[in-house]
């Protein structure tokens, strides 16, 4: 099974930080990754697919990299809306095996 | 606009079953593979089930596997998650979500399902 590791666990930041949040695949997934943000109470939503693209309507301020085991996501300038956890997750295969959250709180 | 709505959440016994449906709209149900993903209260999230678009093809995480069988009604729109032999660790939001090129674009709200006794 392809196991998903995320650091740190938790993040403190402060608004107008550049933030890094990095995922590691057990094993090769291409660019078959994915990062979500998930605010307190709701559903997860989609940020990037494909490793390094921008879901429509996602803030440009967000940006992902990476392939094969070794992923980032980055956010350029922290605003209020982006405390949150965000996860990623690799669907290279049918599990899609995800991260164990990285939750980014106010410093 | 996509739109999944679970319903069927709620308190059972350990042991107990319970059914849980997701109505889809807003785009071609009968198109799309789709997936049942849990959270345990102040945990992350785990996939739970996956069903291709005619279903020909299932799959279950490994903590579900013989317990839970996930099905579809594509006429009806609906997807489906029977969980038997529910344990304490099963507490969770349940979600229903859609499957676009491989990854998961839609999310529903989620339901709860609480196994106490």
């Known amino acids: 099974d392809i196991q998903m590791t995320q650091s740190p666990s938790t993040l403190s930041a402060s608004v107008g930080d550049r933030v890094t949040i990095t995922c590691r695949a057990s094993?090769?997934?291409?660019?078959?990754l994915a990062w979500y943000q998930q605010k307190p109470g709701k559903a997860p939503k989609l940020l990037i697919y494909?490793?390094?693209s921008l879901e429509s309507g996602v803030p440009s301020r967000f940006s992902g990299s990476g392939s094969g085991t070794e992923f980032t996501l980055t956010i350029s300038s922290l605003q209020p809306d982006d405390f949150a956890t965000y996860y990623c997750q690799q669907y290279n295969s049918y599990w899609g095996t995800f991260g164990q959250g990285t939750k980014v709180e106010i410093k | 606009e996509v739109q999944l709505v679970e319903s069927g959440g709620g308190l059972v016994k350990p042991g107990g079953s319970l059914r849980l449906s997701c109505a889809a709209s807003g785009f071609t149900f009968s198109s799309y593979s789709m997936n049942w993903v849990r959270q345990a209260p102040g945990k992350g999230l785990e996939w739970v089930s996956s069903?291709?678009?005619?279903?020909?093809?299932?799959y279950y995480a490994d903590s579900v596997k013989g317990r839970f069988t996930i099905s579809r009604d594509n006429a009806k729109n609906s997807l489906y998650l029977q969980m038997n032999s529910l344990r304490a660790e099963d507490t969770a939001v349940y979600y229903c979500?859609?499957?676009?090129?491989?990854?998961?674009?839609?999310w529903g709200q989620g339901t709860l399902v609480t196994v106490s006794s």
């Open positions: 094993q090769s997934i291409s660019s078959w």
């Open positions: 494909k490793a390094s």
């Open positions: 979500a859609r499957v676009g090129s491989g990854l998961i674009d839609y």
């Open positions: 069903i291709s678009s005619s279903s020909s093809y299932i």
